[in-house]
Nanobody
């Protein structure tokens, strides 16, 4: 069973930056795409960013494009989400997702427990 562990969440003011980390226990980490999703209270889980197995291809939700950057290091079995110019609407629990592809949560096999990000105005 693959375990994904997120860290790096916190409470910040609008305009600040945060860097989320995701560590995977998967031996085949480098073979699969990874993604970040988020879920705000009362809302469905939504796609944030996706990175291909090689790291050469990345995709972003329009709402975060230009502000967030997804990256990975296959040698360390880690993925990151650098978040800049944070807005109150970015407040959510952020989830790391593994072994999948696309913008739907149903397309991923493994999930972390989530890390809370709160952005105040």
């Amino acid at each position: 069973q693959v375990q994904l562990t997120e860290s790096g969440g916190g409470s910040v003011q609008a305009g600040a930056s945060l860097r989320l980390s995701c560590t995977s226990s998967a031996q085949a980490f480098s073979e699969h795409a990874m993604a970040w999703f988020r879920q705000a209270p009362g809302k469905e889980r939504e796609f944030v960013a996706l990175i291909a197995w090689s790291g050469e291809s990345t995709f972003y939700a329009d709402s975060v494009k230009g502000r967030f950057t997804i990256s990975r290091d296959n040698a360390k079995n880690m993925m990151w989400l650098q978040m800049s110019s944070l807005k109150p609407e970015d407040t959510a629990v952020y989830y790391c997702a593994g072994r999948g592809w696309g913008q739907s949560p149903t397309q991923y096999d493994f999930w972390g427990q989530g890390t809370q990000v709160n952005v105040s105005s």
